[in-house]
């Protein structure tokens, strides 16, 4: 499995509605893609949820490396860059994914960037991401936990779905979720 993501920051000024209007026109076409575990049309607007950007940024599992080969090939993919963009892309590859029959019911996610030091005893930090997965899923609350890392930039993604906005702490962006795409 492979986790996607790239993102859009928007002038502080922009009418966030032109997101919300493209997620709600555009988001349905992705229902059922090949290879697609989910995606998770996110947007933030400028000081809500402590967010400081008004954001677009689409977050991915794929089943397969080919599904996010297909759609980043794909004409919806370059009609996206012709209207925003070409946006840096980034991947991880997934530890541990897990999705709940609700997932359908997500209004909300968060999302956290973490560096790796070097050296670091990458087995342990996969148990413990693991571990953490347990207990958000354990409380009924989260609806999806992804977590993987990237091997270049020894960078780690920890991304949760949620029916209700949890506690935001300093390293996350949260989201607004618009639409879910489900294979």
Same mark, same amino acid.
């Given at each position: !499995? ?32 090949? =290879? ?10 400028? =000081?809500?949820?402590? $967010?400081?950007? =008004? ?18 090939? @794909? ?24 999705? $709940? ?18 050296? @670091? ?25 992804? @977590? ?16 209700? !906005? ?5 390293? !996350? ?11």
């Amino acid at each position: !499995m492979i986790a996607m993501q790239y993102g859009f920051t928007l002038p502080a000024d922009y009418d966030m509605s032109i997101i919300d209007r493209r997620i709600r026109d555009k988001g349905p076409l992705l229902d059922g893609f090949p =290879n697609l575990g989910f995606k998770a049309y996110l947007s933030a607007r400028r =000081n809500e949820f402590g $967010s400081r950007d =008004n954001l677009y940024a689409p977050f991915y599992l794929w089943q397969k490396p080919e599904g996010a080969s297909d759609f980043l090939c @794909s004409p919806g993919f370059q009609a996206l860059t012709g209207a925003f963009g070409w946006p840096q892309v980034r991947t991880w590859i997934v530890w541990r994914a897990d999705i $709940s029959p609700e997932i359908a019911a997500a209004r909300f996610a968060t999302c956290t960037i973490l560096r790796t030091e070097a050296y @670091s005893p990458l087995a342990e930090i996969r148990h413990a991401e693991s571990a953490e997965a347990e207990a958000d899923l354990a409380t009924g609350r989260a609806l999806a936990f992804v @977590s993987g890392f990237e091997p270049t930039t020894w960078t780690r993604v920890r991304f949760r779905l949620w029916k209700d !906005m949890p506690e935001i702490d300093e390293r !996350m962006q949260a989201y607004r979720v618009g639409h879910l795409s489900l294979s």
